[in-house]
């Protein structure tokens, strides 16, 4: 099992900054992958960013170039830094993460999602 607490949402003016954070507790060490998806009202939950155990990373075009996904060695926490936010990004926040299983099974796990509001 692995457990995921965010922190670090909140309320910032459009062109601000925060800095989401996701502390994983449990079998951190089977974690294959970390990430941050969001989710607007009446909309579907999509990807922001994903960073592998070996440091790949991949972004949404809509936030390439200003958000930055990055973890500890141990992939224990995730952070997502968000730079020049924008009304669009508003929405719930989920971290998520990925455990290798046995016979090549896969787990996903999911925060509590953290609200992030970027006023215009």
């Known amino acids: 099992q692995v457990q995921l607490v965010e922190s670090g949402g909140g309320l910032v003016q459009a062109g601000g900054s925060l800095r989401l954070s996701c502390a994983a507790s449990?079998?951190?060490?089977?974690?294959?992958?970390m990430g941050w998806y969001r989710q607007g009202p009446g909309n579907q939950r999509d990807l922001v960013a994903i960073?592998?155990?070996?440091?790949?990373?991949n972004y949404a075009d809509s936030v390439k170039g200003r958000f930055t996904i990055s973890t500890d060695n141990a992939m224990s926490t995730v952070y997502l830094q968000m730079n020049s936010l924008k009304p669009e990004d508003t929405a719930v926040y989920y971290c998520?993460?990925?455990?290798?299983?046995?016979?090549?099974?896969?787990?996903?796990?999911w925060g509590q999602g953290t609200q992030v509001t970027a006023s215009s």
């Open positions: 960073i592998s155990t070996g440091g790949n990373t």
């Open positions: 449990g079998s951190t060490n089977l974690i294959v992958d």
């Open positions: 998520n993460a990925r455990r290798r299983g046995i016979l090549g099974t896969f787990y996903e796990y």
